[in-house]
């Protein structure tokens, strides 16, 4: 697995949002699957100590069973999107099960206090990042959000100090990075988070939401 996304992907499906175009010193944090009490909390107050902002793709399960820790994350002013209801895997479902599934995880969203596409169209990342050309053309009422660079710290094989390492050095200005609020990714992220934003913070750089 590349740390990099390869530059064809975005050349391949250019609707979809892998980078921000920008040449300033600004990274954009996401974290995957939460919200989960313990592993998002971590997040949020990790996040905290370097004044920075990131956007949570959350599980609208997640957000049903745990209403509180996702309260915490917007009230914490970070950006919230869509990950799906169930965390489905678009290449082995249907279309039409795919938007349900997504339109669930919206209304579940809206339900528990965040006021989706205020500031135009929801942010939404496919689960694995498997999404059909059928889904995609499906979903264009959202931002389908990708990354440029993806940690893998849900890896238990990969050592936090090789997480961390390829990480910092498959960033860029305007990277879109995945990190994971989950229970699985919990050892390497309270290893990685920390270090990660300390190296960036020396060099410069500025955390933000995706708005
Ligand atoms: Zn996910």
Known sequence: MLFRTPFFLPWLYPSLIWRVNTAERKIFLTFDDGPVPGPTEFVL?????YNAKATFFCIGDN??????????????????????????PGWENSTSDYLNDTQKCEAQLEESGYKSGLAGKPYFRPPYGKITRAQIRALSNYNIVMWD????????????????????????????V????SVKAMPTLEYVLPRYLEYFKHQGYLFESLQ
Do not use: W
């Not at 995945?178 to 609020?181: A, C, G, W």
């Open 45 to 49: 107050e990790t996040l905290k100590k």
């Open 178 to 181: 995945v990190f994971h609020d």
């Open 63 to 88: 957000v049903r069973k745990h209403p509180m820790v996702f309260k915490k994350v917007v009230a914490d002013g970070h950006a919230i999107g869509n990950h799906t209801f169930h965390h489905m």
């Open 149 to 176: 660079v993806l940690t893998q710290d849900y890896d238990k094989s990969l050592l936090p100090e090789t997480c961390l390492n390829k990480s910092i050095k498959a960033t860029r200005a305007g990277s879109i």
